[in-house]
């Protein structure tokens, strides 16, 4: 599970409506329950997304046995759905995620 962090202007997202809504933008077979937004496309056989305070949690199952144009396809419409439901890009999301990396271990 990765935990993304969430730009103040997109935690509105984090409701389960708005974040079904962008989910349904990027996928296929999505589903909203009480707690988490669910969908597959592609070489993403399961995406479970779901508000953890200010983050988003995503959990995925990938399938590696797709033709390569799936899965760049596929890579590409992940980032652009975390990128309409954090407001960062991926340059912008590794940048972060790399720096709480480095500061958990002597938190």
């Avoid at 708005?18 to 329950?33: N, T």
């Avoid at 988490?36 to 779901?50: D, S």
């Avoid at 983050?55 to 980032?79: H, Q, S």
Wanted: proline share 7%.
């Amino acid at each position: 599970m990765q935990q993304y962090p969430v730009r103040p202007s997109h935690r509105r997202n984090l409701d389960l409506e708005p974040l079904a809504a962008i989910a349904r933008a990027h996928f296929e077979h999505v589903a909203a329950d009480d707690a988490a937004v669910t969908a597959r496309w592609g070489a993403i056989e399961r995406l479970v997304a779901r508000p953890e305070g200010r983050t988003l949690a995503v959990d995925l199952a990938m399938n590696p046995k797709v033709p390569e144009a799936v899965a760049a396809e596929t890579i590409a419409r992940y980032n652009r759905f975390l990128e309409d439901a954090t407001g960062y890009g991926a340059k912008e999301r590794a940048r972060r995620l790399r720096k709480s990396a480095t500061a958990a271990p002597g938190a």
